[in-house]
């Protein structure tokens, strides 16, 4: 069992920056691939960058590609999502996702367990 709480979320500028965290408790973090979704309203869930257990991989969305960085530190069961150059349609709620899964996960139901999600507003 893994539960996840995101922190981070607010209200910034176009061009601004923001980091996500999301925290995780139980001792097998370190086995579960983990990504950062987020659902814009009337929008379909969608994997913006994801992680797999090692570390050793990533995966970006063509939409955040050079902007997100996913990052994780097993030490603090966490992982983090930094956001820069950030843009008024990244406005969404961003959830973090645990899975027990090889290599990275891009879809929603590859996941086994979600956080509460944070909301990120963007304003132009």
């Known amino acids: 069992q893994v539960h996840l709480v995101e922190s981070g979320g607010g209200l910034v500028q176009a061009g601004g920056s923001l980091r996500l965290s999301c925290a995780a408790s139980g001792r097998t973090f370190s086995r579960y691939a983990m990504g950062w979704f987020r659902q814009a309203p009337g929008k379909e869930r969608e994997c913006v960058a994801a992680?797999?257990?090692?570390?050793?991989?990533?995966y970006y969305a063509d939409s955040v590609e050079g902007r997100f960085t996913i990052s994780r530190d097993t030490g603090k069961n966490t992982v983090y999502l930094q956001m820069n150059s950030l843009k008024p349609e990244d406005t969404a709620v961003y959830y973090c996702?645990?899975?027990?899964?090889?290599?990275?996960?891009?879809?929603?139901?590859?996941?086994?367990?979600w956080g509460q999600g944070t909301q990120v507003t963007v304003s132009s």
């Open positions: 996702a645990a899975g027990d899964l090889l290599g990275v996960g891009r879809r929603a139901n590859e996941y086994d367990y």
């Open positions: 992680v797999s257990w090692s570390g050793g991989y990533s």
